[in-house]
């Protein structure tokens, strides 16, 4: 790869899957999605992720991802990095979403592969090089086979970090921690090649195998316990990363609370961040019963409102 000696990449650390807030007309809620992006950064996180799955991606237009994607990279202003969701099952609109991403300063895209179709592994291959060539930063892999019904190979995701310099990573949605670490060790072929766990329980396991971090979901309304999870590890505090390891897997529950599981997240925003509700988009509806259950599980891990401003 012409020029990979002279690149140097360095994602690493908590990068929550920041949820996206609206208001009662449908439209996005500035105020409230740029309170929760002051929060996160405040409390230590090392980037931010915004267009994944629990970003709502899928159920947005193109210019609507364009544009909620240039307006929360203009608001945090280089305070951390920024990746951007790109992934779509039209190519062609992968590669304007991730060019666009470029030209409005994103640290980097997240490019779930190709949905609704299986793809052979040849398919996917040039489907990940097209979009690589296409753009000059970061593309990071998306493999999350419980929602496209497919799972990325570690052999093809070798090839790919092999072949293609600005392939960086994976994130890596899976629950097989065998999985993670076959894809850690394309390290020994690539060095800078980075590895981020997406469930929560996993990221401590990851982390000793080498990942390079988590783009996990508790991050999003607890960032602190993944940040301290993570420094702890990295300066071999392993005793205070164990402790804050085992507060992170009591919080898993808010994932068995609503369907889709970002409903538990976005009100846990609500009722820990803002001290308010945002809206719904179709086909999604208000549900009385979300809040209460979510009131009651941030009751029973002892979390408490701490609004970012009135």
């Known amino acids: 790869m012409k020029g990979w000696a002279r690149m140097a990449y360095n994602l690493k650390g908590i990068i929550p899957p920041v949820v996206t807030l609206f208001n009662e007309k ?20 090392h980037g931010l992720l915004y267009m994944g799955s629990t970003g709502e991606f899928s159920t947005l237009t193109t210019e609507e991802r364009k544009n909620f994607a240039e307006r929360m990279i203009r608001y945090i202003d280089g305070r951390v990095p920024v990746l951007i969701g790109a992934g ?11 060019q666009h991403a470029e030209s409005i300063g994103a640290s980097g895209v997240l490019v779930v592969n190709p949905f609704y179709w299986k793809y ?6 040039d489907y990940y090089i097209s979009v690589a060539q296409s753009i000059r930063i970061p593309l990071l892999i998306y493999n999350i086979p419980l929602l496209t019904g497919q799972d ?44 981020f766990a997406a469930f929560d329980d996993l990221l401590f396991p990851s982390l000793q195998m080498g990942a390079a971090g988590a ?5 999003v309304f607890c960032p602190e316990l993944s940040v301290r999870l993570f420094e702890s590890f990295q300066s071999q505090q392993y005793e205070d990363a164990f402790r804050a390891n085992a507060s992170i897997l009591r919080l898993m529950e808010i994932y068995e609370l609503s369907q889709p599981l970002f409903l538990a997240i976005k009100e846990a925003v609500h009722q820990l961040i803002l001290g308010r509700q945002t809206a719904l988009r179709l086909p999604l509806k208000e549900c009385a019963d979300l809040k209460e ?16 401003r009135k």
Not at 91 to 96: N, R
Not at 120 to 125: A, H, I, M, S
Not at 293 to 308: A, C
């Open 293 to 308: 259950r979510v009131h009651m599980f941030l009751n029973k891990h002892n979390l408490h409102i701490n609004k970012v």
């Open 26 to 45: 449908g439209e996005f809620d500035w105020e409230a999605n740029y309170l929760l992006a002051d929060y996160l950064i405040e409390r230590g996180v």
């Open 215 to 219: 783009i996990n979901g508790t991050a």
């Open 88 to 98: 779509s099952t039209s190519l062609k609109e992968t590669i304007s979403l991730s």
């Open 120 to 125: 052979t592994e040849r398919q996917l291959y």
């Open 152 to 195: 990325l190979s570690p052999d093809l995701v070798l090839r790919l970090a092999l072949d293609q310099e600005n392939i960086v990573g994976i994130k890596d949605t899976t629950e097989k921690l065998g999985h993670i670490r076959q894809l850690i060790r394309i390290k020994e072929q690539r060095k800078d090649f980075a590895v």
